[in-house]
């Protein structure tokens, strides 16, 4: 049995996709199968897919870093739709986590962690068409947000926003903004994730068409996020039309078929990120998980980490482990072809060696 936060949840759903085999005739024989490497591997990786049931576990911890105040927050979510008394009948539990960095403010991330679930469970098309489902409730719950902050205008403030949702074997990550979501496949990182930085060239062109522009690696010299739930207080920024301003609170969608090789997944405030890469936070809980496999405590010693590596800013991560054991160690291949340097290379190092 896992621990009392885990969860084991199943989806219905495979998306499998089978190549035709080729045929080779020899003479008047029958014809001969011929299967490729890439078939076997496919057939290899939709079998791990078919029968692997994610056993949910999570964890999370905050600190206020070297900030005065703190503006990050989260959220995590065993049964999304349990949680708001909404009937699926017969379908799986989904679960819901998010990190909110705030800024200007806690109003913002506040309130989007508080509304966010909600609209999405209360969305005509829950729980069938969760892509447009999300996206929706992005924008919705940015435009009551707004609503909010012209009544009581000491609310103004805005949000990065990041959530994770995993239903069956499917993990659908939302973004806007420069949280990040890195997902661990026997130890490899893959970024769930993009960060919304006026760097980013997709970005600046977006922001350009919608008359925007960067300004010292600001978003119209004000904000150093290209996407962002709130901050409706901000001159040129937004726009209630249907093209929107250049600060955008659109997220960006990423879908993935969890298979038995995917370990975990860190969810972290951009705080976390100024001094972890994507793989070297992959490693750092992969270590740890090892040792104690405590996914909470992991958590905790992330942070802590970040703070011995000189992170300024507030720090908020949230891990989701989808084993009950820990994560194997990684096996190293070795090269199947060796490599030698010959009689005249190493005279040559030795030469130059000897000046």
Not at 16 to 45: C, M, Q, W, Y
Not at 61 to 68: A, T
Not at 210 to 233: C, E, F, K, P
Request: charged share 25%; aromatic share 6%.
């Amino acid at each position: 049995m896992c621990v009392k936060d885990s969860e084991q949840v199943s989806e219905e759903m495979e998306n499998s996709s089978r190549s035709d085999h080729d045929t080779t005739k020899l003479g008047n024989s029958f014809p001969l199968l011929s299967i490729s490497e890439d078939k076997v591997a496919s057939d290899k990786e939709q079998n791990l897919i078919s029968i692997f049931v994610p056993a949910l576990r999570s964890g999370e911890w905050s600190d206020i870093g070297g900030r005065p105040y703190m503006e990050d927050t989260h959220i995590c979510i065993s049964d999304l739709a349990k949680k708001f008394n909404h009937n699926l009948r017969d379908e799986e539990a989904i679960s819901f986590y998010g990190v909110f960095d705030g800024h200007g403010g806690n109003a913002a991330a506040q309130f989007v962690r508080d509304h966010l679930p909600r609209v999405i469970v209360e969305d005509a098309d829950f729980p069938l068409a969760l892509e447009k489902v999300v996206m929706r409730s992005f924008i919705e719950t940015d435009a009551e947000f707004a609503k909010t902050c012209s009544r009581e205008s000491s609310l103004s403030s805005g949000t990065t926003a990041l959530t994770a949702m995993i239903f069956g074997r499917s993990l659908l990550v939302a973004n806007a903004g420069d949280c990040r979501a890195v997902l661990s496949r026997l130890g490899v990182a893959i970024e769930m994730s993009k960060d919304h930085r006026p760097c980013c060239t997709r970005e600046r062109s977006r922001i350009e068409s919608l008359g925007g522009y960067i300004d010292d690696g600001y978003l119209n010299g004000q904000i150093s996020v290209t996407r962002a739930l709130g901050d409706w207080h901000l001159e040129g920024l937004k726009d209630i039309g249907e093209r929107g301003g250049p600060l955008s609170a659109e997220p960006e969608l990423k879908l993935m078929t969890l298979t038995k090789e995917h370990e975990f997944l860190i969810i972290g405030s951009d705080g976390i990120w100024d001094v972890f890469m994507s793989q070297n936070a992959v490693d750092f809980v992969r270590r740890r998980l090892q040792e104690h496999n405590d996914v909470k405590l992991c958590c905790k010693e992330v942070v802590q980490e970040a703070i011995k590596r000189g992170a300024t800013d507030n720090l908020t991560v949230v891990i989701v482990s989808f084993h009950c054991e820990p994560p194997p160690p990684v096996v190293v291949r070795r090269p199947s072809v060796r490599r030698s340097i010959s009689a005249e290379g190493l005279q040559n190092i030795k030469s130059l060696l000897e000046g």
